[in-house]
């Protein structure tokens, strides 16, 4: 069974840092592509970030071009968005998302993390 | 960006009657490929969202056949043929086709009448 486990919920203050993970389990790891969802309190999806199965070509949304930095590491199954310069409006639930494929160009995601909350206040 | 745009917003369902929602594209979304990658997804209050359809009309794995996606170019349907009380939730339609700009509908909230 394909699982993937958000982490690294937080309370933020405006400018500041946080790293959220996602562990990966019931599928080979390395072989997809892996993609960041988020969903801003009461609103609609918005698509974040994408890091293809090797590592080796990222994408980021321009709303987090220079602030977010997407990772992962196979021998870990673990996905990772470290988020910097936060501000109000990144105040979200977070999702990591399998992508079809190795590219991070994704036409679908087709699992979905439980998500993880990232609050930007002072 | 291509703008997906849903309606209704808000679906008030009798139990064991049809929903339809319906979902438009501001450009085509056929790809180069000559595939359209229209995804449907659920949300269940309080869960994340959940693919239902793909490419227009192909159903996930553990998807109730009740659920049924249709269209082409701009237009595209999700079709419910009879609610019932665990269909409750957020639809989201969303493309792939433009990726990198991949865009999302605003959602349908279903609810029971």
């Known amino acids: 069974e394909v699982q993937l486990v958000e982490s690294g919920e937080g309370l933020v203050q405006p400018g500041g840092s946080l790293r959220l993970s996602c562990a990966a389990s019931?599928?080979?790891?390395?072989?997809?592509?892996m993609h960041w969802v988020r969903q801003a309190p009461g609103k609609g999806l918005e698509y974040v970030s994408a890091?293809?199965?090797?590592?080796?070509?990222?994408y980021y949304a321009d709303s987090v071009k220079g602030r977010f930095t997407i990772s992962r590491d196979n021998s870990k199954n673990t996905l990772y968005l470290q988020m910097g310069s936060l501000r109000a409006e990144d105040m979200a639930v977070y999702y990591c998302?399998?992508?079809?494929?190795?590219?991070?160009?994704?036409?679908?995601?087709?699992?979905w993390g439980q998500g993880t909350l990232v609050t930007v206040s002072s | 960006d291509v703008v997906m745009t849903q309606s209704p917003l808000s679906l008030p369902v009798t139990l064991g009657q049809p929903a339809s929602i319906s979902c438009r594209s501001s450009?085509?979304?056929?790809?180069?490929?000559?595939?359209?990658?229209l995804n449907w997804f659920q949300q269940r209050p309080g869960q994340s969202p959940r693919r239902l359809i793909y490419?227009?009309?192909n159903r996930d794995s553990g998807v109730p056949d009740r659920f049924s996606g249709s269209g082409s170019g701009t237009d595209f349907t999700l079709k419910i043929s009879r609610v019932e009380a665990e269909d409750v939730g957020v639809y989201y339609c969303?493309?792939?086709?433009?990726?990198?700009?991949?865009?999302f509908g605003q959602g349908t909230r279903l609810e029971i009448k």
């Open positions: 998302a399998r992508g079809e494929g190795t590219t991070v160009k994704t036409r679908s995601f087709d699992y």
């Open positions: 019931g599928f080979t790891f390395s072989s997809y592509a």
């Open positions: 890091i293809s199965s090797n590592g080796g070509s990222t």
């Open positions: 450009q085509s979304l056929v790809y180069s490929d000559g595939n359209t990658y």
């Open positions: 490419k227009v009309s």
């Open positions: 969303m493309q792939g086709t433009h990726w990198p700009l991949v865009t």
